[in-house]
């Protein structure tokens, strides 16, 4: 059975850290590319960051430029997501998902994880 599993979410303040992990199960995570997203309630789905099969090419959105940072460790099968100075607009369910080539919106994406929850609250 192919899976992604997300894990690493929490309750964290404003200006703490998260590090989130995505394992991969039942394929071989290497032979795709890897997207991070997001969703809170009321809001529609949105791309934060990818990763390129190799791990040669990230981009990330303008909103979390500077503070994530997206990697991969294809040895492990898995996807890491380094949130630093999270702020509470970064409140939202977090999703792995996975396809051939990045991109910056959820259509196109074969496997998806359950997601994981990150709140950001004083």
């Known amino acids: 059975q192919l899976q992604l599993v997300e894990s690493g979410g929490g309750l964290v303040q404003p200006g703490e850290s998260l590090r989130l992990s995505c394992a991969a199960s039942?394929?071989?995570?290497?032979?795709?590319?890897i997207g991070w997203f997001r969703q809170s309630p009321g809001k529609e789905r949105e791309g934060v960051s990818c990763i390129s099969r190799s791990g040669s090419s990230t981009n990330y959105a303008d909103s979390v430029k500077g503070r994530f940072t997206i990697s991969r460790d294809n040895a492990k099968n898995t996807v890491y997501l380094q949130m630093n100075s999270l702020k509470p607009e970064d409140t939202a369910v977090y999703y792995c998902?996975?396809?051939?080539?990045?991109?910056?919106?959820?259509?196109?994406?074969?496997?998806w994880g359950q997601g994981t929850q990150v709140t950001v609250s004083s």
């Open positions: 039942g394929f071989i995570l290497d032979l795709y590319s």
């Open positions: 998902a996975a396809r051939l080539v990045c991109s910056p919106v959820p259509r196109g994406y074969e496997y």
